[in-house]
């Protein structure tokens, strides 16, 4: 069993301990009495999740979870409905919820088998896929990084498909883990390892707005394909339902879009897949 079944083992265990007690009020009621939506996020996840200089939460989901509560405030009639930021790490987001400590993880968070076990999801947010970056001079070919170094974030889906991938292809490549996305690029960037494994839209994001971008690139594989979602507390189809609707509402009118470009850049927009994914995922009225 690897360390994230494992972790998830623990926290499905965690999960059964809380709902064997008293049933928890449904997250709608919780919300219709507090007039506030609690959202988790990362603090260092750009472009999806991120704090800014000054200290307010921004990225692609920050801005999505923002236009789901705007349309959730028109759901519940409650106008005033505010929102409360819980900041995670990639390691204990899941937590958040299982733990009633958030109602949301608005985060590059990738749906999967073993994480719905744990926590509900919406339908898709974003698509995505693991590759990695190093610098100008490192080896492009992933076969070459064999007795080499290379870093990724702990607790991430990705590290775990990093070793998968790796083991795969039979590259004895040592895998070093860092509490952030910024502690890897640091390393990267002083040759302490070879190569940088993350999401592509991250890697992207960081390289652009990294002063000595010119010495760092992305290989051109593509290791997963991993769709993202936002998490909940499972079985609370009221409140999943009520998230959905708003999702759909979001896809529909096209503000997806400009949440979009508003993260990317003005000239950037949706790929095809991403604009084939709003409009499966838009449910009818």
Known sequence: MNAISKRLGILTLAMGAVLGGDALAGTLDDIRQSKTLRVAYREEAPPFAYKTPAGQPAGFMIELCQAVAKDLAQQLKIPDLKITYVPVTSVNRLDAILQN???????????????????????????????????????????????????????????????????????????????????????????????????????????????????????????????????????????????????????????????????FGAKERPTPTLQALYMIATLPE
């Open 101 to 263: 400590k958030a109602d949301l993880i608005c985060d590059s968070l990738t749906q999967t088998v073993e994480r719905r076990r744990v926590v509900d999801f919406s339908v898709p947010t974003f698509i995505d896929g693991a590759t990695f970056a190093i610098r100008n001079d490192g080896p492009q070919d992933i076969a070459k990084l064999a007795g080499k170094k290379v870093g990724v974030a702990a607790g991430t889906l990705t590290e775990q498909g990093t070793r998968n991938s790796l083991a795969a292809l039979h590259v004895n490549a040592e895998i070093v883990s860092y509490k952030t996305f910024e502690e890897a690029m640091v390393a990267l960037e002083k040759g302490n390892i070879s190569a940088y494994f993350a999401g592509r839209a991250m890697l992207t994001s960081m390289i652009k707005g990294h002063p000595d971008a010119s010495r760092i690139m992305l290989a051109s594989t593509f290791l997963t394909i991993e769709p993202f979602a936002l998490a909940m507390r499972r079985g609370d189809g009221d409140f999943r339902l009520a998230v959905d609707t708003a999702l759909s509402h979001i896809y529909r009118s096209g503000d997806i879009t400009k949440i979009f470009i508003n993260t």
